[in-house]
């Protein structure tokens, strides 16, 4: 099993910048995993965020927060990060951290087998 805990939501005033962290279990094979940000705002589908590869090589982003936010990983450290810079009140949810078993290095949407608990982020206007 692997267990993941976000960190760093927070109130954001709209046009700055906040960084989410994930720590996830199994520092020695977490290069095994391709990592995922998603979020759910109330009323909401938890949608796709961001995407990156088990090496960190490659990644992916949804088009309404590319250019504005930027995905990376720590192998070393198993931490998986999320820049989320210019942020709009729209992106106010709870961003939750994904992991899924890699067969490859590919940065994908979808495929996540494994979830964190979430982490508000509020971006007021």
């Known amino acids: 099993q692997v267990q993941l805990v976000e960190s760093g939501g927070g109130l954001v005033q709209a046009g700055g910048s906040l960084r989410l962290s994930c720590a996830a279990s199994?520092?020695?094979?977490?290069?095994?995993?391709?990592m995922g940000w998603f979020r759910q705002a109330p009323g909401k589908e938890r949608e796709f965020v961001a995407g990156i590869s088990w090496s960190g090589s490659n990644t992916i982003y949804a088009e309404s927060v590319k250019g504005r936010f930027t995905i990376s990983r720590d192998i070393a450290k198993n931490t998986v990060h999320l820049q989320m810079n210019s942020v709009k009140p729209e992106d106010t949810a709870v961003y939750y951290c994904?992991?899924?078993?890699?067969?490859?290095?590919?940065?994908?949407?979808?495929?996540?087998?494994?979830w964190g608990q979430g982490t508000q982020v509020t971006v007021s206007s």
């Open positions: 199994g520092r020695t094979f977490i290069r095994t995993y391709a």
């Open positions: 994904a992991a899924g078993l890699a067969i490859d290095d590919t940065a994908r949407t979808g495929g996540y087998d494994y």
